[in-house]
C-alpha cells in the first residue's frame, strides 16, 4: 500500500524557518509531479508549490521570495523550505505525489506566531 507520510511542521515565530518533508512509500519510482497545498481554517485548499520530473517549479504568489521546493527522486521524496515565515503561512500542509494516479499525506500543522 502506497504511504505518503509528511513531517516538519511545528510552531516558530514571525521571520522564522521550517523545513517540511514528504516521503512516499510502498512504491517502485518517484512521482511524475509533487507539490505542496495548505489549508487554512475556513479557505480553500491552495496549491503553495510544485515541481514536476522535468525540474519545473510553480510557486504561488504568497511564497514566491521565501518558500523553495525540493526533490530527492532516489527516496521519492519532496521538500520545501519556508522561510521568513508570516502569521498568514499558518495552515495545514499537504503533500501530494502523482503518479498514475495521486496520493495525498495526512498533513502537518504550520502555526506562526506574530
Known amino acids: 500500500q502506497v504511504q505518503v507520510v509528511e513531517s516538519g511542521g511545528g510552531l516558530v515565530q514571525a521571520g522564522g524557518s521550517l523545513r517540511l518533508s514528504c516521503a512516499a512509500s510502498g512504491i517502485s519510482r518517484s512521482a511524475n509531479a509533487m507539490g505542496w497545498y495548505r489549508q487554512a481554517p475556513g479557505k480553500q485548499r491552495e496549491l503553495v508549490a510544485s515541481i514536476t520530473s522535468r525540474g519545473s517549479t510553480n510557486y504561488a504568489d504568497s511564497a514566491k521570495g521565501r518558500f523553495t521546493i525540493s526533490r530527492d527522486y532516489d527516496k521519492n521524496s519532496v521538500y520545501l523550505q519556508m522561510n521568513n515565515l508570516k502569521p498568514e503561512d499558518t495552515a495545514v500542509y499537504y503533500c501530494?505525489?502523482?503518479?498514475?494516479?495521486?496520493?495525498w499525506g495526512q498533513g502537518t500543522q504550520v502555526t506562526v506566531s506574530s
Open positions: 501530494r505525489m502523482a503518479y498514475i494516479r495521486e496520493y
